[in-house]
């Protein structure tokens, strides 16, 4: 990656930084100022300590700005209050309640900040999440996504909470600390700052390090929480082959490397900040050790020396501070790079003059060719066309194409310019507006998903505004109504995750219902009628008929029961049309869908 590349990627996340900022950019601005005004209380609290010493006690001249030898002598001098030390008491205690009030605040707008932080992140990622293609879902594992919202989005806000919120205090101390530092003796303030540029080097020499080993511990926490993700959501399979042993002993192989790579991260840290100690106590030994040399001489008196330890003590806390910053940035770093990969992953979008075109017409695939990224063609020269109005039956075996044709149309893949067209009603999908489009086309899926929720709600989620009757209508359409009434709660019984506490074909009649209150002018059903009985397949397909017969129909089934009243029959072989017809035609016909007939009317038969 080039450098003009590098900087415009450093920009683009500051961008984002700055946009997940929106909300909580005043409470970070009290936070600052709480830190700034801590750091000058602080800075205050020795200054006393070392007029009282020197000045007020000892009656040595102040040598003080004009504006506190103007506050002194308005309270009758220092030697007034070296007979009232009482009063420098007091003052110690107002500096101490000021810098309290301003730590409070600190805190505070601090949190307020930092969980402000939180929520802009989260609703931002979740709402682009849930326009992302659904290509990218397809390509990014379900744990590590979630690894990038939760522990990610926690380590970024620490950073910016924890760490940057505390640079302006640490500029402050830094400044003033040497500043008065080098007022009260400036030899011994070059002795305090010799550790500094050592602290400051081995800080950058670790920053690589670290960042290099934040960034696969984190890669590899991401794989396994969505090993765990997979496992926990797969529960009925691993069970059902006797997979236990083989699913722990992979998760013990993932979790031991992934410990072993923060054990590895341990060290290093342990590397970096034991060289912090060492050299932070040399610093403080050989301040210690002038100090008292240069008191000794004369050439500092004990206010200063007993000040300038104080002054010392700050500034290695905030050289530190900045070695400890330079590490979190390291993590935080890593953090925000996954973070920005999910909002730099492109949305959805509809063409510049996409439109709400009516949705009842004819539908026609013209010479349509499609291939999924990084594999071979799927679909070759697909043409044909449906009538608004009719039903079109899809047969097909395995990896035919039969689903695919069904993504093109409900445009969960886009289809390129140069791989022919999709029309509805004469106009090319890609005119016509996703979200519009995808109102108006009802879809069950090969696999149907259920949340864990109630039946009721379930079958309602795509219009929350649904009454009970027209869920129970939808239910009574999809054959389900009489098995639901005979559960204890009925309607309101809860649905394990994914819908595991109801059987297969209890879950494909759920998902017809749910399609079924949409009531929509095309209506996909991508063999979803597979786990039921004939007899049951035929009362769905006679009730749809009945209460739809309007809408154009697709039924993409293995058995030619579920096709057989359909207007129209295509048969795909390979990703091509071999035959078109209708039921009569093609049983006759001497192709794939005659020896299906026939293998399935024998099969039939034997079992009659």
């Known amino acids: 990656m080039n450098t003009n590349n590098k900087d415009a990627r450093k920009q683009e996340k500051l961008s984002l930084l700055w946009r997940f900022l929106k909300g909580a950019k005043r409470y970070f601005a009290v936070t600052i100022f709480a830190a700034a005004v801590t750091a000058l209380a602080d800075m205050l609290m020795p200054q006393i300590i070392r007029a009282a010493i020197d000045n007020a006690i000892g009656g040595k001249e102040a040598e003080f700005p004009q504006i506190v030898m103007d506050l002194v002598n308005s309270v009758g001098g220092f030697s007034y209050l070296g007979q009232h030390l009482w009063i420098m008491a007091l003052a110690v205690m107002l500096v101490a309640l000021f810098q309290v009030a301003s730590q409070y605040l600190f805190r505070v707008y601090n949190t307020k900040a930092s969980e402000t932080l939180v929520k802009s992140m989260r609703d931002q990622l979740f709402s682009h999440i849930q326009h992302l293609p659904f290509s990218w879902h397809t390509k990014n594992r379900t744990g590590d996504i979630i690894q990038r919202c939760t522990s990610d989005i926690e380590t970024t806000k620490n950073f910016l909470s924890e760490q940057l919120t505390s640079v302006f205090r640490i500029v402050i101390l830094l400044a003033l600390s040497v500043t008065f530092m080098f007022s009260m003796h400036w030899g011994l303030a070059l002795v305090a700052l010799i550790p500094t540029p050592v602290i400051l080097g081995y800080s950058l020499f670790f920053h690589r390090k670290i960042h290099d080993g934040f960034t696969a511990c984190d890669e590899n926490e991401g794989k396994l929480s969505a090993m765990a993700q997979e496992n926990l959501t797969g529960v009925r399979v691993v069970r059902a082959f006797g997979l236990e042993r083989a699913e722990t002993d992979k998760f013990h192989k993932q979790n031991d490397y992934y410990t072993s790579l923060w054990v ?12 912090a100690d060492i050299l932070s106590g040399i610093q403080i030994m050989l301040v210690v050790t002038f100090g008292a040399y240069y008191c000794i001489r004369g050439s500092l008196t004990e206010g200063e020396y007993i000040a300038f330890i104080s002054y010392n003590s700050m500034l290695v806390w905030p050289i530190r501070q900045l070695g400890r910053m330079i590490s979190e940035m390291s993590k935080a770093g890593v953090s925000i790079d996954r973070v920005f990969y999910i909002m730099s992953s492109p949305v959805e979008q509809d063409d510049p ?3 709400e075109a009516p949705m009842d017409g004819d539908i026609c695939f013209e010479h349509v060719n499609f291939a999924y990224e990084n594999s071979p063609q799927m679909l070759h020269d697909i043409f044909f066309t449906m009538k608004a109005g009719t039903t079109l039956g899809i047969l097909g075996g395995t990896g035919s194409g039969k689903s695919t044709l069904m993504l093109l149309l409900d445009k969960l893949y886009p289809l390129d310019e140069n791989c022919g067209c999709i029309t509805i009603g004469g106009v090319d999908i890609r005119k016509i507006k996703t979200a519009h489009l995808r109102r108006n086309i009802g879809m069950v899926l ?13 079958i ?3 219009s929350p505004e649904l009454d009970m009757e027209a869920v129970r209508s939808a239910a009574t359409a999809a054959a389900l109504d009489e098995t639901i009434t005979s559960f204890a709660q009925g ?17 494909q009649r759920a998902a017809i219902a749910r399609m079924l209150t949409q009531n929509t002018p095309i209506m996909i059903f991508d063999d979803s009628l597979s786990a039921v009985d004939t007899q049951t397949d035929a009362r769905i397909r006679q009730a749809i008929s009945k209460r739809f017969g309007k809408a154009s129909v697709i039924l993409i089934s293995h058995r030619i029961t579920t096709l057989s009243a359909a207007d129209k029959i295509i048969v795909l072989d390979r990703g091509r049309i ?3 017809g209708t039921h009569e035609e093609l049983k006759c016909g001497g192709g794939i869908y005659q020896k299906i007939y026939e293998t399935q009317s024998g099969s039939q038969e034997v079992a009659v």
């Open 578 to 580: 071999v035959e078109e």
């Open 491 to 507: 309607y309101d019984t809860m649905v394990g995750e994914r819908g595991v506490t109801l059987s297969g074909g209890q879950k």
């Open 264 to 275: 590895k991260m341990g060290k290093v840290l342990a590397q970096f900040w034991s060289t």
């Open 353 to 355: 003059d996409a439109t």
């Open 446 to 458: 090969q696999e149907p998903y259920l949340f864990s929720r109630s039946i009721a709600e379930n």
């Open 460 to 462: 309602g989620i795509v």
